[in-house]
């Protein structure tokens, strides 16, 4: 499992560095293109556009199977690494049914709509820009069995009952 994770880690660590990188040089590419030519790039801004939406549904898979959401640990930093374990899980299935019903479901939904849709500067189809979503919902309900699993073995090891006491 622990393989899985890493493997699945480095994939996106890659891929979203690599939309970043492209988007910087599209980003200077248009700077240079309208100031020093003279001359608008025609692509850049739709690209720039499209890529925001995959990096960010992208970094919010990563994020959440790093456990780094934005989240309010006040109450759960004062209680019991059982109760922690517990809060974890709800927290989990909760990420799994917001994955299933919105990113899933809506985003297939979404992209089937408009897939006759075509960007006008790139001319793709924008039921691919929208496949986003549903990539993302898959890849959060990878990381958040992996997280309930662990979870699942911190509430069983005997530390965890150990430190209750």
């Known amino acids: 499992m622990e393989l899985i994770r890493k493997w699945l880690d480095r994939v996106l660590e890659v891929v979203c560095c690599l939309v970043l990188a492209m988007m910087v040089a599209v980003s200077c590419w248009q700077v240079i ?14 690209l ?21 959401h934005i989240s309010l640990t006040i109450l759960v930093d004062k209680v019991s690494p059982r109760l922690r374990s517990i ?12 994955s299933v019903w919105i990113l ?15 960007s006008p500067a790139l001319g793709i ?8 979503l549903p990539i ?11 997280n309930i699993i662990d979870a699942l073995k911190a509430l069983s090891s005997p530390y965890s009952q150990h430190a209750e006491k």
């Open 125 to 132: 189809p924008m039921g691919q820009v929208y496949y986003a």
């Open 104 to 118: 899933i479901i809506g985003g297939l939904k979404i992209s089937s709509i408009s897939m006759l849709q075509v």
């Open 48 to 68: 720039l556009r499209f890529s925001l939406v995959w990096i960010s549904m992208l970094g919010m898979a990563y994020v959440a199977g790093k456990q780094q």
């Open 33 to 46: 293109s309208r100031y020093i030519v003279g001359q608008p790039s025609t692509i850049t801004e739709e």
């Open 136 to 146: 993302a919902g898959v890849l959060i309900i990878i990381y958040s069995v992996m």
């Open 87 to 98: 809060w974890l899980i709800i927290l989990q299935l909760t990420f799994v049914a917001f």
